[in-house]
DNA sequence: GTGAAAGCGCTAACAA
DNA sequence: TTGTTAGCGCTTTCAC
């Protein structure tokens, strides 16, 4: 069964090739197509099974209908989840998706940045990492429409789609202060990305708005060596005499690395210690007791990304900065 | 900044297109192009820092340089795994990955199978689903080159990577036997799928071969509703005087249910229960006891995979079949 | 309303 | 050894 090509469908109805694109791009009415023409021209397209050579189009059109996206790291709930979410958006707008992973180097990010914009992809969607400024920045000159997700930069303005961790972050401090909670300890990378460094600031915020001093070593720092680190960043917390009775966990991986070391220290999550996250992981279905979390919006981000970034694509030059809410989903790891 | 093209290289040499299309190809030997000329010609590709319109290339040769892969459903870290495995050799090789999934609907299947063809990929990459023979039958009739991975069909021979199934439950009911159990349940999903069929005989023989007799009701069936099924499964296991003393779960998934199950029913893993996994899901890092598994080689398999279809692709025609072995992950879920 | 035809950037057969 | 050139299948301008 040989491959049917637009001239096939143009013999098979006697017209011109012309005819055929315009009416099965959508242009029969722009093009003033005879109406009777432009039913006989779909219907034999379906007839003969006919499929558009994305090449041939791509070459004329200088567009290839693919997009690159950026991942931090393909391991990450958040990514897999976000992937997804814009794989099958793309797809309902007839793009394709070819990713990579930066795998949070900065050297490794604008690597793969300058792979994808090589492959000719009309877009991109970017997890910025920290350092990363310097590529952002050579995009901003070039042509390559993008926008940001879930990460973005005070100082550059782009499109960004994120969330409002802030808001986030004091919501969730304040529910534990709801439930009886005093002391709540916090443990977050040590980082400078805006996104994380606004959860310290909705998380001291929401302490003093409830009349309750921050103590400097509440807040935990996690560095290159995360799993150790959270485990010191813990018994920091739980030892001396201004012991927390609650902890919030700033992601995801975090709350992993800490759920594992209260197993070990054997607490008992929430009777010896209260514990919320923000954004779950697939691993909290083990955990005997589920946990209260933030929960972000992949769905829609991953929409709304591929949308801003088709509006840059043709054009529609508005630079977009969205940011959403999370949602509370309410475990049984906070005593109340 | 404008598109280099071949021209603007050749221009840029003062030679013409086609030798910077054989020395940029790599045919520099085979067309005897002089040394010096491929050599200026290489600098001068970096130098203009030219990238081929794959576009272009593709109208030409009739090959993409894309496959399509086809997994069961993206929610199974198999599925997630092998993805990345397949993306990362195929980038090797020169190949971009586009994906769907088909959520063990053969129709679903049948569908993504034709669309991915559709867009002219260069081959597939499927795990096929229950059903899908007549997909798999229409496939070998057209040219498409293709390769089964992780599941395949016994009368149909085509080319494929697998575990070898049976080996490895037998395998791992040995142990089970070995570490002083007898009585061992095993809890599997009801269907006819031969790789899963293949762990019910694995397990079965094992018990024999060691002298004892597979009782009918330590085979529990899971159907559709897979996480209530496992947990009747399971209080039938662990009822009447025949009580098991160790479960074996057929798959992850299946595993995690299971494992939640027995948090309900507060039973200590593995004090009053053993457990062996065939697989495991991320999610058992939160479980408080690290689950002695079977391990899948994934990397293996995705880029034997790539590879084999690769081979296909290139019309080395050879059908290769493949079977691996797992490899044994020692947790502390099985009492000795 | 419709058709003819010029390329998009590349490969490869053929000519020189 | 190197250059010329005919398309690959499609979009789109321009002519009718």
Chains 1, 2 share one sequence.
Request: aromatic share 8%; charged share 25%; with cysteine.
């Amino acid at each position: 069964m040989k491959k049917i090509g637009l001239k096939d469908v143009a013999q098979h109805v006697g017209v011109s090739v012309a005819l055929v694109s315009y009416v099965l791009n959508g242009q029969a009415e722009e093009k003033q197509v005879g109406k009777e023409i432009a039913e006989k021209i779909r219907k034999a397209a379906v007839e003969l099974n006919y499929v558009p050579n994305q090449a041939a189009k791509s070459l004329k059109t200088q567009r290839t209908q693919t997009i690159g996206l950026v991942v931090a790291d393909i391991n990450y709930r958040f990514s897999s989840g976000i992937t997804r979410a814009i794989e099958s958006e793309a797809k309902r707008k007839g793009f394709t998706v070819i990713f990579g992973s930066s795998n949070e180097s900065s050297a490794k990010f604008d690597e793969i940045v300058n792979v994808l914009a090589n492959r000719q992809v009309d877009g991109l969607i970017l997890v910025p990492v920290q350092g990363s400024e310097q590529t952002i920045h050579k995009l901003q000159q070039s042509e390559v429409p993008f926008v940001l997700i879930d990460r973005n930069f005070q100082h550059i303005l782009t499109s960004s789609i994120s969330l409002d961790n802030y808001k986030a972050a004091y919501d969730s401090t304040s529910y534990l202060i709801k439930m009886g909670h005093k002391r709540i300890g916090f443990i977050n990378y040590e980082t400078t990305m805006f996104n994380l460094t606004e959860r310290n600031r909705g998380y001291k915020d929401a302490l003093k708005a409830h009349g309750i001093k921050p103590e400097e070593q509440w807040l935990q720092r996690v560095g290159s060596n995360q799993k150790s680190d959270t485990a010191k960043g813990i018994d920091r917390l739980l030892s001396g005499e201004n012991k927390c009775e609650a902890i919030f966990f700033a992601t995801d991986r975090l709350a992993i690395f800490g759920l594992q070391h209260l197993n070990e220290l054997q607490l008992n999550v929430p009777k010896d210690i209260s514990v919320f996250s923000f954004d779950a992981a697939e691993a909290f279905d083990l955990f005997y007791c589920p946990v209260t979390h933030a929960s972000q919006p992949l769905e829609k981000m991953g929409k709304m990304a591929v949308n801003s970034l088709i509006d840059i694509i043709n054009k529609n030059k508005v630079i977009n900065q969205i940011y959403l809410e999370t949602e509370f989903v309410i475990g049984k790891s906070c005593r109340e």
